[in-house]
Each structure stands twice: as structure tokens, then as C-alpha cells.
């Protein structure tokens, strides 16, 4: 049973991880789209807004919390346009 805990333990610590790291990249493509508007700057950045709210979603239909996946206070709508 003990393996099976390090494993769970080990998923969960990868998904936070990619978690933060996908919104921090997020907001800095919003960053840099805000500088120079260009058709990679916005397809890059509307990638990431996809990937963004999936993510949430998924988590709300888990019932996992936002803030344990360190998706909180970013809305793709409102801060990944």
C-alpha cells in the first residue's frame, strides 16, 4: 500500500507543478502579446487560454479545488485575451 501512496503522491506533485508552470507561461504570453500583438503572440496566447480553462474545468469536475492546483486567480476569459 505504501507504493501505491508514493505513486499518488508523486501524480499529485506533477500535476501542481505543471499546473504553476502552464500558468506562469500563460501570463507571460499574455505579457508579451500585450507588447507586440503579432499572429504568433495571439495564437500562442489563445493556446494557452485553451489549456488554462480545460484544466479548470477538469479540476471543477473532479471537485478539486483551484487553489491546491495553483489555478486560482487567473480566469482565461477575463486575463488570457
Known amino acids: 500500500m505504501e507504493k501505491a501512496s508514493n505513486q499518488n503522491a508523486l501524480y499529485q506533485d506533477y500535476l501542481i507543478d505543471l499546473?504553476?508552470?502552464l500558468k506562469e507561461m500563460?501570463?507571460?504570453a499574455k505579457k508579451?502579446?500585450?507588447?507586440?500583438?503579432?499572429d504568433f503572440s495571439?495564437?500562442?496566447l489563445s493556446g494557452f487560454h485553451r489549456v488554462i480553462s480545460l484544466m479548470q474545468q477538469q479540476a471543477?469536475?473532479?471537485g478539486?479545488?483551484?487553489?491546491?492546483?495553483g489555478l486560482d486567480g487567473i480566469d482565461p476569459n477575463l486575463d488570457l485575451v
Open 32 to 38: 508579451a502579446s500585450d507588447k507586440e500583438k503579432t
Open 26 to 28: 500563460a501570463i507571460e
Open 42 to 44: 495571439v495564437g500562442y
Open 19 to 21: 499546473s504553476f508552470l
Open 64 to 69: 478539486i479545488p483551484l487553489d491546491i492546483l
Open 60 to 62: 471543477e469536475s473532479f
